[in-house]
Each structure stands twice: as C-alpha cells, then as structure tokens.
C-alpha cells in the first residue's frame, strides 16, 4: 500500500513539473465525490441487499499537457470507497468496506470556457475488508478478512468550471460515468481476535475460511464538487 | 438547499433507480438439521439451501464439500454399518412461482457423492435394517403432513445398496385396523420356510405388520395382537428376535402379555402370498413388563421379562408355556445381558431401573435359573437412586447417573467385580457418548466451555476446556480416535478432540465450514 501511493505521488510530483513548463491556467484540482457504484457480480448480494451502492471518495488532478488549444491533458490521484452493510442467511449481519486508489490519465476539451467534456482511464488498487457478525446471541467472535486486488476504471464525463476568483480559484463540478474492472479477491475470514467478549487469547488453532471471489467490478456514476486553482 | 436537491440524495435515487436483483440465495436461512457423524465425517443438512456440507475429519486438513440434495430435506440419520448419512427430504408442494418437487431419499458419502432415490409421498421418518441395507420410509404420526391429504399407512422400501429403478424403492400402503404405523423394526436375516429372509415389523396401535423384504412383491402378513371387540392400543414397543427358531417376541407397552410368534411355513393361496404365517402364542409376563431378553441355547430358549409393576423378573419358558416368577428387592425395568467377555455367550443378567424407581440393582445367574429361583439374585446397593444409564457390556461397565437437585453425580458399575464407584459430576448424564472403540465416555453439559471424559480402562475422568460452550458430543470413526464437540453457530463449528489424548493441546477448532464457497454459490 505504501508503495502504491509512493508511487501515486511521484506521478503527480512529476506532473506538478511537467504542468509548470506548459504554463497552464489553474491547473490543479482536488474534489470530493459522491456517486453510486453498480456492481455486476453476485459475490456482492451476500453482503447488500441490492447491486447498488452509495460511494464517495477524494480526487487531486494536475493538467500537466495542452494539445491543439483546447484539448488538456491531466493525471489524477483518486481514492473513493464504499461500505456495504447487509446479511445473509437470515444469521449472520455483514459489513463490507472497499477502498479503490487509482491513478489516473483524463483528456479534456475545451468546447467552452466552462464547459469540457472528457475521458478518463485509471489503473490502481483495490482493497476490501468484511467482518461477519452472527445474529443470534452467542459467545461466538466475528468473522473478519481482507484481500487486495488490481483494477482499473474507464469513464467519461462533463467538467463545468465557473469564473475566477482569489485571483485564479475556480469552482468546478463534474459528473462523470463509467466501468469499473477488477480481478476476483479471494476473501478468508477467519474469527476475528479483535471482537469484544470473543473468543480466548489463547484459543485452539483454526484455519481461514474461504468465502470464495469477490468481484466489485461493474459500473460507477459520480458527481464532484471542488475547486481549481 | 431543497433537501430532495442535495447531491447525496440525487445519488441515491439514482442507485434506487438501477438497482440489480439479489441473488435470492443469500436470503435462505443456513439452518441445518442436528449433525450427522459417519465414519469421519460430519454431515451438515441445510434444509433451506436443498444441500449437505460435509466435513471429512479423515485427512490432516478437514476436508468441506458442499453435496446438492432433494428439496425440503427433513431427517438426517448416519446409514447404520456404513459411512454414510441419509437424508429424508419431503420435496415442495408447489405454490405460486415454485415448482412441485418430488420427495426423495439420499445416501451422502463423505467424499461429497450421493446417491438419490425418489419417493412418492413426503415422507417424514426413516427406519433401517442393522445392515444398513435396508430402508423403510414412513410417517411420523406426530410429525406435520405438509400436504392437503397422505396416507399415513404408505410407506416405502429402499434397497440402499441398488441404483433406483422402477423397482426399487417399493412403495405400498399396508393393511391397516385403524392404526397407523408407529415404528418399524428390521430383523436380522433368518431361515423362514426354509429360505434366508430379513422381515420389517411395521408396529401399529394394536397390530403389526410383517414386510418380507426377500418378496417385496408378496403381500404383508398383518397380525393382530387384541380381539376385533377390543379397541384398546396396546402399543407394542419393543421386538426380539430368535433366529435360529424362526420366532419373534414382541413385547407392548399397554400390555401385560408378551406376545411370541413362531413363523411356521405354509402353502401359499395364490403368487403374491406369503409363504409363512405367524402362530401367535401369548404369556403373562407380571404387571407392567418393561423390558425383556432372550437367553439360552436355541433348543432351550428363554425369555426373560422384568415387571417394575409387579416388582418381579420372570423367565418365560414359551414352548412349554412355564413362568419362573423371581421376585426383586428392587423394582427393574431394564434387562443387560453379559458374559464373561464380549463373545462369551451370557451367564448373568443385571437388572436395574431407571427414571428414579430404584436405588439398587439386581445380578441375576442365569445358570439353572428355574431351579434356583432367587438364589441367584443378588442386589447391589447404589445409596441414591439411578437416573439415566449408559450401559456397555463389551467393557463390563455400566454407567448410572443420578438425579440430585440441580447437580447430578454419576456411578460406575463394574460388572465383573460388582462394585459400584462414585464419581462427581457438575453435568447430568445426559448427552453422554462413548467414542469409536467404546474406550470413553464424553459429556458436553450443556451451557459449559467443558468437555468432561471418563477413561474406562481405570475409570479416570478429565476433562477438556473449549472455546465456547458445547451443545453435543459426537463420536468419528476413521483410523484415529476422536471425538467432535460441536457448538452453536451458524458459520458451522466443532471442537475436534483427540480421545487418545484428550487435552486442549490435542484440541483444535474447525470453523465456517458452512461458509465455505458462499461467495460462489451465487452463480450457481
């Protein structure tokens, strides 16, 4: 994790180079996300009661390239993630968190001052962790996992910008559309120590439980709110 | 801001307005039927799921495997002599977007195969020959039909070592006087009309029924055991059977009388007649006969009856129609047979009551019994009155718990040295097991993180912490001696327990087996 985001933030250290020699107007932006992410595989009905989930996130963009006047292009650092709370099997309730930090490539056009429409493709992480909580009163723990994986994202959308102010602020909205692409995890769980009143510290050895893949690949819509400056 | 305008909610109603379906699956309880252990494996029965996990303990890792069964699985038994389980299931009636399925019986191997018969009616109890050969689907009389209509006298016979074919199994209803069947009793294979057969005793109210599993095909012999005038039910409850001589003593709970039929052989009226018919001969056994047991050599064959009612044992001579009354100091309502080893024919009975109606037990020398009468009763006084027994002749051991306040304590009989010794106990005797080779006895008291042995061998106990309380004891069968404590909990848990070494450092857990694969089951 450490290294991805080493690696995340050299890019846009690079970038931050890269855009000052091309000299382009109020080139960072950093936003908050709100969306929905719609997922495609059934692995996610074991933890929600729909395929739809609400979604947020953090993005830092830096145009760092122009190319035939009005076209930009930006690199991104987006983090967005989800909880899904649900259950299954009428015993256990479940609460499942997943994380995607992507890095990001969008290319921009200028139709208006205000108005761009773009593409964006990003590559990244994604990590999902669960925690399985019997319904029914007993002195059992919880059962908890975690597991990475790659994925990658394609989207298109609309950036509104509007006037200037504090000299070269701007506000800007966007909402933007796309697929999510993610590799199967293969969640284990196994009980989980940290549970209060669970099981002994010195509990007899058990073995993970493997849950089998879970696909968070699908689709995304997502509004943002930020600021360019 | 309008609330409705707020970008959270118009993220929301855009989630709401692209919902996908949920896989229905994950909706269905994971409740499963008591475990089934079977050699070395535990068997899982989720009704709602029409699935069976089991969990081979065989192997250095447990092996899980998820086995697909028929819909609404009802009973799960262990298939007796083999290493299997079997797996009653009741079908669907049908309803609105569910299509009728049929009932079904399934024999589930621990290595994940199963073998499916299909039923006719939604059976709702199972009965098997010791062989394991031999299944018998009835109802319950007590169990809910289900259906808008059945016919509680149907039943079926499974022939559990065939593929299913037109002719197996054999659905037939029998004859019935009003009753209906109660429970059904296989006997071992014996010489009748001179051809080796195995009988099912179908018990009614105040009837049974001989099924000739040799002859499916043949009709029932039913044999009433009360005049047609008399409309008591009698209950019979428990069947003996002499091999050698082609009889079966049956015994009833409402009666007073033993019932003995020897099966002689006869001329069949038509093709699907039975060549056999029963001649029923009835004896007083005292008041109340609660138990009974066959002994001597088949030229002189005996049965001996205890009597809690009339507080006596009688050895019942049924050819010459002779009782030898033997008058106890305690009342008995239970009969155990031993010898000098366990393939020594039996030279002594011992004879005890349960359910608090004694505090002492008889020694009876079966030896020249009639002429000796009750020199040979000799009674051993245990000072507290018996509550439950575990009874284990093969070791010569009997195990008596008894009831006090809130607490029980427990006794071992030694049967070769009659002697009787105590041992304390915070757990009733209740849920006890003896494992695999009969070596130890194991208690999971309910409520306990416990799990209390007695050694037989020098009647040592001990006992095991778990990591949460055990709600029953199971015993595996394979190469190593272990016992499975099972806990509560969805996710599928069991303490496994070396019996050769029964410490905590010998222990380990085996959990969420039931979750195993459940993020794949969706695509199922």
Redesign the interface.
Known sequence: MNTFVAVCAGVLLGAGTAGAQARIDAPWRVGISLGARFHADSSVDAFASGRSQFASGLSLSRDVATFRERGTVAVDLDWSMETLDGGFGQAFHTRLSAHALTAGLSVRWHVARWFEPYARASVGAGYSDLALTPQASSNASALAGDAWTLLGTAGAGVQLTTGTFLRRARFVFAVEAGGVFAMSQTMRVAPDAAHPGSTPADALPVGATTLGGLNLGGGYFKMLVGLRF | MNPILR??T???A???A??????P???????TLPPVAAGSALFYVQPALDRAVVVDTGTT?PTVRSVALGTGAALAVPRAAHAEALVLSRGERGSDGVDPAPASLAAVTATGTARRWTLDAPFTALSQSDDGRWALATFDPHAVSERLLFNPNELALVDLDAAPSATNPVVRTVRSFGGVPQRVVFSPAMVVAGERRVLAVVLSDAYVTLLDLAHPDRSEVTVRLTLPEDTRAIAPSQVLFDVENATIYLRADASNDLYVMRLVQVTPASATSEDFRPALNQLAAGTHPSDMALTGTAAARRVLVVSPGSQDARLLDTVANTSTVLPLSAPANHILLFGADATAPATTALLYGTNGVASAVSFVALTDLAARRSLNVETLQLGRTIGDALPLPERKVVLFSHPSGTTGSLSLLDLSQRTAAPIYSEASLGGARFDGDRQTVWVAPDGLQRLGYIDLDGFRPGEVR????ATDVVALGGAARRVAAL?????G?F?LIDGAQPT?AH???????L?????????Q
Not at chain 2, 466 to 469: F, G, H, R
């Open positions: 970008p959270q118009l993220c929301f855009l989630v709401l692209a919902c996908g379906q949920r896989d699956r994950y909706g269905l309880s994971m409740a890792d778990l990591d949460a309380a806990h509560a909990g969805a996710e848990w303490t905590r222990a380990r857990s085996v959990r969420g087996f979750l195993e694969g459940l993020l794949d089951e969706g695509a």
